[in-house]
């Protein structure tokens, strides 16, 4: 089960990099940044194959990206889940010549309810 609170690592492909946080719990994914927040939906197949799709909104009304001055998108992911890490990249829906790689690395687990 990949549930669990992870850092989180953003690379574009104009070799620009930014970092939040992300919570995955069952197949819903919550996050965020210095100007974004992150939510959406992830599903982890038999295989540890992992396919997401997360809306991506800024809240400071200072859009800056690693992808851009973009203030609300969709990514569409896909990659691969470790024990400890997931790694996965995609483009941003509509759009897809503005690529991002994302890393992943669990730092803690949820506390039960």
Do not use: C
């Amino acid at each position: 089960m990949i549930t669990g609170i992870y850092s989180a690592r953003f690379m574009s492909k104009n070799d620009l990099v930014g970092a939040g946080i992300a919570v995955l719990d069952g197949s819903a994914l919550h996050g965020g940044g210095f100007d974004y927040i992150y939510k959406g939906k992830y599903r982890l197949a038999d295989d540890n194959r992992v396919t997401a799709t997360i809306d991506v909104d800024n809240y400071t009304g200072k859009p800056n990206s690693v992808l851009g001055l973009l203030r609300s998108y969709r990514l569409t992911l896909s990659g691969i889940a470790a024990p400890k890490e997931l790694i996965l990249s995609g483009q941003v829906e509509g759009q897809p010549q503005l690529i991002v790689s994302i890393e992943l690395t669990k730092i803690g687990e949820l506390v039960d309810q």
